[in-house]
């Protein structure tokens, strides 16, 4: 117990570490940042707000709103050198790939981000990566297209920015629709951070070693990038097309695959290593995804058929009831993307792009406190102790 909420001894004995910044209940499904719960910050907040407070722990005044914001704002753009890193790539390159490497060469641009003992250079850094994430993530795209890179404007939000930097040419401004900007920034929050998942465990060890930020969070971006973490919202969206329509046959068979220990396949989008209730994120996600088809006109799109006939199905079969499996962040969160119109090769990238917050705000918390290099230990089941064979 530690005076806010009580833990079992068992429990204690496993945590990796302490953290003042996200707190899950699994069970009970329930996501708290800094004491907030993620579905009043969905509807009151943006994720600007959502930064300041996982960085620095309180929610801003308006006056620090405003300060915060312009200092990101200051921030978007890249050195122009940068640019070249990405003629090294081949055009066809998956933006996860593309972006791992961008982002872990800022190391090379920024060198008094090294002195990780200085808190002033500590928020630089953090600041640095809140508001070129964006920016980075729309020139890979903008590459993989053969598309000149779109400059960041300061006039535009958080969200309206990326949207701009994604989808405007030199000869055509692209009119932000406020219903895709509004859901990006939902997008945004819905991921910006949760507890010690396997991208954030990735960042805090590679930071207990006494890393340099940017290197941190490239190792972050790799660890996102595989199929059974920050990868499963393209998975799922590449699953709904294999089922193909929201026909009961077709949907019971690939819950049956799902079940059948001979195959690897499992249910994208579905089961979590800590909730054994409804991921929190999910309902704001389906929420969000039914209001932007909605206002689209697109309430009956074939693959949101298809994903909530399949939510209901899993839901009643036995298997999936007696294992606590139900819909996590990825479900839907793919749905509402393809609908503003984003390629599903982005959709890991913009997870990366909407983490950068949750990542950033655990390496600095382990950094501005005591910590030791991190060091996993084993148990060893290999062969005993012997000799080499005399010659
Ligand atoms: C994210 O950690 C985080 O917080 C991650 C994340 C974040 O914000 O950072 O929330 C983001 O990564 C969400 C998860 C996205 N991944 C997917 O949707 C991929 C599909 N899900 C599975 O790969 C799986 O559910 C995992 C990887 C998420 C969890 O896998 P585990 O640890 O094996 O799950 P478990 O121990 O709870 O499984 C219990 C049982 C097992 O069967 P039995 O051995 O008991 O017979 O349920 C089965 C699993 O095989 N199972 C599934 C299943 N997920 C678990 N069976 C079918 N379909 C699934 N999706």
Redo the contacts with the bound molecule.
Sequence with gaps: ANGVFTYDPGFMATASCESKITY?DGGQGILLHRGYPIDQLAENADYIELCFLLLNGELPTPAQRDKFENTIRRHTMVHEQLTQFFKGFRRDAHPMAVMCGVVGALSAFYHEAMDISDAYHREVSAHRLIAKMPTIAAMCYKYSIGQPFVYPRNDLSYSENFLHMMFATPCEEYKVNPIFAKAMDRIFML?AD???????STVRLAGSTGANPFACIAAGIAA?WG????G?NE??LNMLDEIGDDSEENIQRFVDK??D?KDP????????????NF?P?AKVMKKTCDEVLQELGMADDPQLKIAKRLEEIALEDD??KE???YP????YSGIILKAIGIPTNMFTAIFALS?TIGWISHWNEMISNDYKIGRPRQLYTGAPQRDYPAK
């Design positions: 899950i991921h949760h507890e010690q998942n396997a991208s954030t996102l199929p059974a973490h920050g499963a998975a799922v799902a079940k220990k396949f499992k249910l994208m989008g579905f089961g979590h290593r800590v909730y054994r991921d994120r298997y999936f294992r606590k499996l996590n962040v990825d479900f983490r």
